[in-house]
């Protein structure tokens, strides 16, 4: 009996702990990572991701761009543009709004330069006085105008600012205003103002105040006629000339994924509508398609300033 309770009060000699080999055996694929397998997109799903981003942004709003050149012939530029883009996205937001504008001074009257650029900022002074409330005040602020009456109050307040900083100058001015989707133009003189739609078509939106297209619209000259006549650079309404100044005003959607294209005639005097469309739509950005635009018009001869904007809607 006691040699049976010696047995089991009898200490253990401890024991070196055994060595343990881990061998790395390499994994196969696909992982298993906190049981959900993961494997290469195909090109399918791939391509739906793509159009998927390609198609739908959020918040809505406006890519812009632009570009300049004084031109190969000419050494003061008499052109102007102007940009601006607010858009305030969450809870409370507002549509995005867009204000841009080109103006071509008149060439061959005395400071041309200072008819563009005054107009230009006092076209824009007014409708961000005009449009400031509804876009930075809370809770937002009605408008007390409509957007054809704010741009309309405008364009005559530029042509009482000319006729004072510039008097016996001219310019042209298209201004564009851009609430959400809707477009309002206004338009005196001969730049031009497009939109370019998905399908990749091409639309003047604008009517030249020229004495060349008032000749062509009678039915007396042809386009062709009208592209070379001798007095094509002479207008019959500009800013800064005359007593009394009313714009043209257009109202018009803007297409979601579609353009708008503003310019002087500096740009499509010398470039055609095809080309441009074509440039734009094969452009990898609009800001290439713009530098390319004025360097197909200064390859062209360039004998004028040239201006463009280009703004796509996003959404």
């Known amino acids: 009996m006691l040699d049976f309770f010696k047995k089991f009060s009898k200490k253990k000699e401890p ?73 305030v996205a969450g809870n409370s937001g507002n549509p995005p709004f867009g204000l841009f504008i080109v103006a071509d001074g008149m060439g061959g ?91 990749h078509r091409m639309e003047a939106i604008t009517r030249d105040h020229s004495l060349v297209r008032r000749l062509e619209e009678l039915g007396q000259i042809t386009a062709a006629e009208a592209a070379v006549h001798p007095q094509r650079n002479v207008l019959y309404r500009a800013v800064g000339q005359g007593d009394n100044m009313d714009a043209d005003v257009i109202t018009t959607p803007f297409p979601i994924g579609g353009y708008l294209l503003l310019c002087s005639d500096g740009l499509w005097g010398l470039v055609s509508d095809d080309e441009m469309s074509q440039m734009i739509y094969s452009a990898p950005t609009i800001q290439r398609a713009c530098q390319d635009m004025v360097a197909a018009a200064n390859a062209a001869g360039g004998p004028d300033n040239i201006s463009v904007i280009l703004v796509k809607l996003l959404g």
């Open 15 to 87: 024991q070196e702990p055994k060595e343990t080999k881990i061998t790395a055996e390499p994994i196969s694929r696909p992982v298993v990572i906190d049981n959900a397998k993961t494997a290469p997109l195909s090109d399918l799903q791939l391509e739906s991701i793509r159009a998927l981003a390609q198609n739908h942004f959020e918040p809505i709003q406006y890519l812009v761009a632009s570009g300049q050149s004084v031109g190969q012939r000419r050494e003061l530029n008499e052109d102007c543009l102007f940009t601006l883009t607010t858009c």
């Open 109 to 199: 009257h005395q400071n041309g330069e200072v008819a563009s650029n005054t107009a230009v900022r006092t076209v824009s002074n007014y409708v961000m006085k005009k449009i400031h409330n509804v876009l930075f005040s809370f809770p937002i602020e009605p408008l007390d105008e409509s957007l054809q009456e704010i741009l309309q109050g405008a364009v005559l307040e530029a042509q009482h600012a000319v006729m004072k900083e510039a008097p016996g100058s001219g310019t042209t001015v298209t201004a564009a205003l851009v609430l959400g989707q809707q477009l309002t133009i206004a338009h005196v003189g001969d730049s031009r103002g497009y939109l370019l739609y998905n399908e």
